[in-house]
Structure formats: structure tokens, C-alpha cells
RNA sequence: GCCCCCGUAGCUCAGUGGAUAGAGCAUCCCCCUCCUAAGGGGAGGGUCACACGUUCGAUUCGUGUCGGGGGCGCCA
């Protein structure tokens, strides 16, 4: 990879330097920020402010021997102490000017930073239940998982990108249920389907193909799958429960092919729309095999050894009140069956014995009340539950015709993530779902992201990248020639503010890794593209001065690098021609 | 009751321990003989919910109040 040192950290060293001679028993770092303000330079820096102080001098006075001891560079143009005792300093142009051709000699590696050092890094994203197609808020999920994964990608981090497949446990039951009491009907045995079961219309399908490739095998007289269960009026639940232990009784073997079957079709779907929108795993880890492998039994007996579990009213309890938890929590039911918290232990130290430096979940907020029991029984398996990090996605909340959609996978009546991704695109629907800070709700307006969705502002973005390339077309000559164009004619303002936003690229990307924030990103490409937009408005490339035309050219191939390489991390294309 | 998120322009939202708080949309006024007008320039629009505290400095950090949204199972 290219070592490339911005204008920013050569500065950054410079004043490191001249602070240490002033207050060389002060460990301090120095800041350096960009001025919202173009008359207050290209760098502001407070250290002045914040030795004061310490040092018992006055700010301004302080700020004057910081400059006294600044070593000569002839990065700075000029510099000047402003209002109660910032300094505020000018680069030379030729800073910005010669950045053009490193980002283009970098390529894709611009932007690349070494802040993860190589660490191996899991994020766990989606692991939506395989009981139904995904939906918008999964989408979200997705959308932000996918992206956040890139960013530490680029930040240096060796990224593993995970979905925990939940296929144990009593949904899947549902789902097995479901299918099979439509296949009844098939077979012409009506059971009154429960209303808490999933009724989704895939579920139909899914008899039906099943119906298509084995007839009537798995049919089962309707008496005896009603035979003493709970009545579905009083006890709802019960009456679920009491369904699909008939159902594993009367099926014995067959159960598992009802229930591998739909876990299979459901996965598969989830899989493929996954693919389509962009976003792929490493691994897809399946909560069965944990409890097949006695991965479960051998984390609640770690965790009994050490003390930690209790047993009460028939169940095992861990007791995570000694670890900062509300309330101790169920291990293992009356019934001998472990809880989905059981599983998660053994997958968590299962994360951890798969030497994971560190490892992110990306959870919908609605888990957040979960955070203090996994990372408590983290701690009392003696693990470091530091190394877990939590990024919680809030609910994305669907609109339609101004009134909040529902979005019960059991109920049937919701918005799919495909069906978005038909209706928005795949462009718009990614770009859109990390427009916002994941911690805030995001209001999904269903009509709005339809009938604006050319205004939406991925095509502001897009169409910069498009019109670059439809420059550099019409020019027709070869981009690795322009690398030696003569920078020094980029003088417009124009030009420089564009220049500026292109060294900011590497600080944005680490941000955005380091705060779990790839909106930030978002946001970027918009101002990048907007500085385009500008330059492009302002100053026509293909001119008569051949140098001219060179260092313009040089200039917007650059830019055009930067939004092909922040777009793909938001896996949103860039396209040549719109 | 406890926990989480939010309160910034008419709307949707960024942002920041610093100097005169930004963008898009909406409204109004301008700019294509020219590499894509899906663009650009300009105008109007703000008690950064409120109070107290920390700080040289608070819209930003802390506490509290008010208001909006969400979550709290031997479900997963």
C-alpha cells in the first residue's frame, strides 16, 4: 500500500513538535480542526487555549511560542493567532495541489488506513429468524452490517462478517407447524389455522411444493392433530405448543424433513435476497450445530463450575444480577430445553475461541435490555467482555399513506425487503438506510421513497460520478498520463475546495469505522459530490491549454476514484452513464 | 416502574467542548449557443426544548424537568 502522509498529520507533527519544546512536561495531544470558517485558515489549532492553564500563561502569549518553536516546513504558507488564542494557519496551495495525482497513483488504496492494525474483527449482522422473508427493518440491518464491515475493512481491520441463523427453538417449530397444517389442507384435512401461527403466503407455497414432490405422504388425519390440545381461544400459546408436539409425534422422523425443508427454502430466500441487495457473510453459523456439538452443555457446566448457576422453580438460572443485570435469567427451562440465552453464551465464546480480537453485534435496539446478561456471562466464563461491542440499529418504522405499517412476520402484513428493493432499487434502498445514525429511529415513508425516489440523493451522488466519466470519454486519452500534469494551475477556488475534500477522505473513512457510523460516509460523498458539481459548473476541462487541461483532468479522475471507492462501501454502484 | 433513542430552519435531518450552527426538500429570484440542467448561484427562514451545573469557552459534557418514539418473557 501507498504511505501516504495528508497535509493534516504533517501539520499535526509540526505543532507536536513545537508543543513539546514549550511544555515538555505536558503530555498533550495536539488538535487540529478544520474551521467551519475559510477566513479562519485551512487548520485551527486550541492547544494555546488548553495549556493555559496548566502552564499558568496567557493563551495568546502561549500561542505565539508554540509558532516560535514551530519547526520550519514549507508545508505552511502562513499563520496567525486569532480571538482568545486559537491559531489559525494557511498551507501552501501546493499541499492540496499535489494531492490529485497520490490519490490517483494510490487508487483503491486511498482512502485505507491502518488503524486496525490487521486485527481480526467479526461483525455480526442480520441473523434474522428463517421464518419468512425479510423485511424492511432487517433491511436496515443489512444495509448498515454491511457497511460498517466495510469501513473497518478499509480501516485495516481483517473483517469476518457473520449471520447467526437461528434454527433451533420454538419459531422454527412455528414455521415447521404452519407449513405442514397448510399442506393439510392440501391433502384436504383441515386443522383451523391458529392465529399465531405464520400466515404469510409463502407459507402456502412452501406446502404446496412439498404437496408437489410427495403427494399425500405426510398426511395426517385432522382428529388426531387436534387430539387433547389446549383450546386455541383460551389459551392461544398452549394451543400452538400442544399442535406441534402432535405434529413431531404423528411425523416422528418425517418432522425433521417438514422442518429442514422450510428452514431450507426460507434460508435460501433470505440468502439470495441478501446477495441481490449487495450484502454477503463469511459464515453462516447455525444455532443447531451448538446444541448438537454440546457446545451449550459445555458453557453451562463452565459457567456451573464456577458458581454462577442456580437452580429454582425446576429451572437453571445464571445469575447475572452479580454482573450488573436487572434480574437473573433462565438458562434452562422447567422442561430440560436451554433458552435462546444459553445458546448465545456458547456462540459468544464460541466467537472468542475462534480468536476474534474483537466482535460486533449489530442488534435491532429492541435487545438492548440484553447487552448486560451476555456480557456478564461473558465475565463469568473469565472472558474479556470488553471485546464484545454492541452497535444497536433502531427500528426502521414503515409508512404508508402517512400511517404506520405493520410489520408482524406472524400476521403477514408487511413490506419486504425485496419488495423495497423492487420499488426503490437496490442503490437507493442502501444508500437511504445509512443516511441516518443507526441509534435514531428512521421513518421509512413508503410513497415518499416511491414517487421521489429520482430525487433521492444517491443520484446526486451517482450523477458526479457519471458525468466525470462522461468528460474523461469525450477527452479520450489515458488517465495514467495525466500524473505528471502541472498541479500548480488548479487556482480556482473551486478547485481547491474540491482538492481539500479529497485529503479529507482517510480521516472520514477511520471515523467512520472507529464510531460504528458509515452515515458519516454518506455524508461525505454528498459534499464531495457537491464540490464537483461546482467545479463543474465553473470551469470547463477540455480546454485549449494542454497543461490546463491536464492538471483539470488529472483533478476530476481523482475525484471520480474517491466516489467509486466511498460508494462501493455503501455497496451502492457507480455508474458511468445516467 | 425501569431501560434505550430522540428534541437543531416550515419539513426531513447532519454537525461540533471553540470563533458568525449547516445540508436537502419546500418558497422566491437568477444561470444552458458550451464536456449530461438528475446541475449551479442567490434570498428569506434558528431562544440548537427548558433549567441548573462543570469549563477560559456548552448547541455539544453532567444532573433535573417537559415533550415524542421504542423496549422490558422459563419467546427467539
Not at 18 to 40: I, Y
Not at 510 to 521: D, T
Request: charged share 20%; hydrophobic share 40%.
Amino acid at each position: 500500500m501507498t504511505t501516504y502522509s495528508s497535509p493534516k498529520s504533517q501539520l499535526s507533527a509540526l505543532f507536536q513538535a513545537a508543543v513539546t519544546q514549550v511544555a515538555p512536561d505536558l503530555a498533550v495531544t495536539v488538535e487540529l480542526e478544520r474551521p467551519k470558517q475559510a477566513s479562519h485558515g485551512d487548520f485551527a489549532c486550541n492547544v494555546a487555549m488548553q495549556l493555559a492553564k496548566p502552564l499558568k500563561r496567557n493563551p495568546r502569549e502561549l500561542a505565539q511560542a508554540i509558532l516560535d518553536a514551530l519547526p520550519a516546513s514549507d508545508l505552511v504558507a502562513r499563520t496567525e493567532i486569532a480571538g482568545p488564542g486559537f491559531i489559525n494557519v494557511v498551507l501552501h496551495a501546493s499541499a492540496w495541489q499535489s494531492l490529485a495525482a497520490q490519490v490517483l497513483k494510490a487508487g483503491d488504496a486511498y482512502g485505507c488506513g491502518d488503524m486496525g492494525k490487521g486485527e481480526k474483527i467479526q461483525v455480526e449482522f442480520v441473523s434474522a429468524n428463517p421464518t419468512g422473508p425479510l423485511h424492511v427493518g432487517h433491511g436496515r440491518g443489512a444495509a448498515f452490517g454491511a457497511s460498517l464491515a466495510n469501513v473497518l475493512a478499509l480501516g485495516g481491520y481483517q473483517v469476518h462478517r457473520e449471520y447467526y441463523v437461528n434454527d433451533a427453538g420454538r419459531q422454527m417449530d412455528i414455521l415447521a407447524l404452519s407449513t405442514w397444517l397448510r399442506y393439510l389442507e392440501l391433502c384436504n384435512e383441515f386443522v383451523p389455522f391458529p392465529g399465531n401461527a405464520y400466515q404469510g403466503g409463502y407459507v402456502r407455497t412452501m406446502a404446496e411444493s412439498i404437496f408437489a414432490l410427495h403427494g399425500d405422504r405426510y398426511k395426517r388425519a385432522a382428529g388426531e392433530v387436534l387430539a387433547r390440545v389446549p383450546d386455541a381461544a383460551t389459551d392461544p400459546e398452549g394451543h400452538l405448543d400442544g399442535l406441534i408436539s402432535n405434529a413431531k409425534a404423528l411425523l416422528g422422523p418425517d418432522y425433521a424433513y417438514v422442518h429442514g425443508a422450510a428452514l431450507e427454502e426460507q434460508l435460501g430466500d433470505c440468502r439470495n435476497d441478501l446477495t441481490e441487495f449487495g450484502v454477503t457473510f463469511d459464515t453462516w453459523f447455525s444455532e443447531k450445530t451448538l446444541h448438537e456439538s454440546g457446545l451449550i452443555d459445555r458453557a453451562v457446566e463452565a459457567l456451573r463450575k464456577q458458581g454462577h448457576l442456580y437452580e429454582q422453580d425446576g429451572a437453571l438460572w445464571f445469575r447475572s444480577t452479580a454482573f450488573g443485570d436487572e434480574k437473573d435469567r433462565v438458562v434452562r427451562r422447567d422442561n430440560g430445553i436451554y433458552t435462546y440465552f444459553a445458546a448465545d453464551i456458547a456462540y459468544h465464546l464460541n466467537k472468542f475461541e475462534r480468536g476474534f480480537a474483537r466482535v460486533i453485534d449489530v442488534w435491532g435496539a429492541d435487545h438492548h435490555g440484553y447487552i448486560p446478561r451476555v456480557k456478564g456471562a461473558l465475565t463469568a466464563a473469565g472472558q474479556d467482555a470488553d471485546r464484545l461491542m454492541v452497535a444497536l440499529v433502531q427500528f426502521a418504522v414503515l409508512y404508508r399513506n402517512g400511517q404506520k405499517a405493520s410489520m408482524s412476520t406472524r400476521a403477514g402484513e408487511y413490506v419486504t425487503l425485496r419488495d423495497l428493493r423492487a420499488e426503490v432499487g437496490n442503490d437507493a434502498a442502501r444508500f437511504f438506510y445509512v443516511l441516518r445514525k443507526s441509534d435514531q429511529h428512521l421513518d421509512f415513508d413508503l410513497d415518499l421513497a416511491k414517487s421521489q425516489s429520482n430525487d433521492n440523493p444517491v443520484y446526486y451522488i451517482q450523477y458526479a460520478h457519471a458525468r466525470i466519466s462522461s468528460v474523461l470519454s469525450a477527452w479520450d486519452g489515458n488517465v495514467e498520463d495525466l500524473l505528471d500534469a502541472n498541479t500548480t494551475l488548479l487556482s480556482q477556488p473551486q478547485e481547491l475546495t474540491l482538492l481539500r475534500r479529497l485529503a479529507e477522505y482517510p480521516e472520514v473513512i477511520a471515523a467512520a469505522g472507529r464510531e460504528f457510523s458509515p452515515h458519516l460516509l454518506a455524508y461525505y460523498l454528498k459534499d464531495l459530490a457537491a464540490d464537483l458539481h461546482g467545479l463543474y459548473v465553473a470551469c470547463k476541462f477540455i480546454v485549449d491549454d494542454e497543461e490546463l487541461k491536464q492538471a483539470r483532468l488529472l483533478l476530476i479522475a481523482a475525484t471520480r476514484q474517491v466516489l467509486r471507492h466511498g460508494l462501493a462501501a455503501l455497496g451502492v454502484s457507480a455508474p458511468e452513464k445516467m
